[in-house]
């Protein structure tokens, strides 16, 4: 623990160290974490308080439930609420996301039947077990969760499980990466980029970000001296006037996963989809390919389309777009959103910026 200790406090010097040959050239440093567990790990170590003025860790889209967009809540709760043979899978931090049609967990309360699973693969046992039933998952998250719902699909269609599908909102990182350089209106310096999903990607899908909008590109871990070790790395690049897309996490290779994103490719081609706060990003999601369409749950359920907008009051995309901070929410100032009786997914995912400033930042 005390070696633990020394190496993260050497480290913490060595960042203002760079950073004063960073900041002669410009007057602040915007980092963008684009992963929740990011936030989180940024949150709980009080790691801002440590870095110097003037290098600021702003939150990126890396909440895979807050940048879903709310007109996908609603159909899944839509779906849930349709009569008694229709059963949602869910990951657990999709239960609680409030929208015009109430949350899962109140349709649930209103007698739907809701379960969680922690796999897609787990939805598919579920199906086999409800024969009678249509079993909805909903498949939501980055690239990291995306072959187990890719495998679950092909698993339904090898063994003939006919009440399985899946409600589509699988999201693909660089497209929205490119999306947000070129909104403009954010100022993003360098990228603190994720663990799970460049364990899929690898870091050199990062490259072409690097090369063609001069940002440093960083995979890091998700402990304190690893986001710490992130941002020494950018902090070097930019020093150096040398962007590049690298990594810090041993667990992370410059190819990737081929057999998983083997299987993405199988299953899934890209589309476009909405994303939260940011509309609809071209080639930015991911649908089931036409020859898998009988497990697409909206043909197979009928299900309507639904309007996307933004509970009131709520800064939730503008928080998970780097455009302000949780604090900076009128609903966050006045308490009127908590993770007791949250108001946006920011405050309900256990990945939200809300969330993680609420219980670790409040003073």
């Not at 690893?226 to 992370?252: C, F, H, M, N, W």
């Amino acid at each position: 623990m005390l070696t633990y200790r020394k190496k993260f406090g050497r480290d913490c010097e060595k960042v203002h160290e760079l950073f004063a040959r960073v900041i002669a050239r410009r007057p602040r440093v915007q980092v963008m974490e684009i992963c929740g567990t990011h936030t989180m790990a940024i949150a709980r170590s009080g790691l801002r308080s440590l870095l110097p003025e003037g290098l600021k860790l702003i939150s990126g889209p890396g909440c895979p439930v807050c940048v879903t967009d709310q007109s996908y809540l609603d159909q899944a709760v839509h779906a849930a609420r349709r009569g008694g043979s229709v059963t949602i899978a869910t990951y657990g931090d999709m239960v609680r996301v409030p929208g015009r049609l109430g949350s899962l967990a109140e349709a649930r309360a209103s007698g739907a039947r809701v379960e969680v699973v922690y796999s897609a693969d787990q939805a598919v046992e579920l199906a086999k077990r409800q024969g009678d039933r249509q079993v909805v998952f909903l498949g939501v998250g980055f690239e990291t969760t995306a072959p187990g719902t890719a495998l679950a699909v092909r698993r339904a269609k090898q063994e003939g499980v006919k009440n399985f599908s899946v409600l589509m909102a699988h999201k693909l990182l660089l497209p929205v990466m490119r999306a947000l350089l070129a909104a403009g209106d954010v100022e993003v310096d360098a990228f603190l980029c994720p663990g799970h999903v460049s364990v899929i990607l690898g870091y050199a899908a990062f490259e072409e970000i690097a090369r063609d909008h001069v940002r440093p590109c960083v995979v890091a871990g998700f402990d304190p001296p690893q986001v710490i070790s992130g941002i020494l790395e950018i902090l070097r690049q930019l020093a150096d006037d040398k962007p590049a897309a690298t990594t810090v996490y041993p667990s992370v290779s410059a190819a990737g996963n081929a057999k998983a994103l083997e299987a993405i490719e199988d299953v899934f081609v890209p589309v476009d989809v909405a994303w939260r706060a940011m509309g609809v990003v071209p080639d930015s999601g991911l649908a089931l390919r036409e020859e898998l369409a009988e497990f697409d749950a909206q043909r197979r359920l009928g299900l309507p389309e639904m309007e996307s907008y933004e509970m009131p009051g709520c800064r939730c995309g503008d928080v998970i777009t780097g455009r302000c901070s949780p604090f900076d929410c009128s609903l966050f100032e006045a308490a009127k959103c908590t993770p007791r009786d949250p108001v946006g997914p920011c405050m309900v995912s256990t990945e939200g910026a809300c969330a993680a400033a609420y219980k670790y930042e409040r003073k």
